[in-house]
Each structure stands twice: as C-alpha cells, then as structure tokens.
C-alpha cells in the first residue's frame, strides 16, 4: 500500500486524523480509505482534517464510492476513498 493511503478501521477518529495531518506534511496529497461499517469514520476523519486542523489550507479533492467483492462466500462490501490535498500552512484556492 502506497504511504499517502490511509485505512481506516476500529481506532479512533483522532488516531487516523493525526496520521492524515503527519502525511499531508510530507506529501501534500493523502487518499483516506474505508470499506463497510468504517466508511462513516473515514468521513469523519475527512472532515476533522479539513475543517478542523487546515480549516482554508486543505480541500477535499474528490471522494469515490463502489463495492468490493470479499470473502467465502462472496459478499460484496461498500468502499469509498476520499483524496486531500494542501499542506499546513499553506492557504489553497
């Protein structure tokens, strides 16, 4: 998995939004994924990271839902990933 993904899971918002802050100030750009009952906290870290910690310095570039195939037998589970970009600091357009 690339170093500007985040997968969200079990934790807590604000361990994911603290990783999402660490890497949009090394790369500037970081893709925020979930699947299933973790899609709701990867909006929500979106949105704490956005609003929030850059409030003006970040933008939600774009945001893609699907479905994933998984597991025996197959059930198709729900996705999205959410694309940020902007650096601390920095005012975006």
Request: no cysteine; charged share 20%; glycine share 8%.
């Given at each position: 998995?690339?170093k500007?993904?985040?997968l969200?899971?079990?934790k807590p ?8 802050l ?10 925020i994924k ?8 990867a909006?929500d870290?979106a ?9 003006g ?7 893609s839902i ?9 059930k198709?589970v729900?996705i999205?990933e959410?694309?940020?970009s902007?650096?601390?600091g920095?005012?975006?357009?």
């Open positions: 998995m690339p500007d993904v985040i969200v899971g079990k918002v604000m361990s994911y939004a603290m990783a999402a660490m890497q949009l100030s090394n790369s500037g750009t970081i893709t979930a699947r299933g009952r973790a899609i709701s906290r909006v870290v949105e704490v990271v956005s609003k929030r910690f850059l409030s310095n970040a933008v939600v570039k774009s945001v699907g479905t994933e195939t998984v597991g025996d037998p197959p198709n729900s999205i959410i694309k940020i902007g650096k601390p920095k005012k975006q357009e």
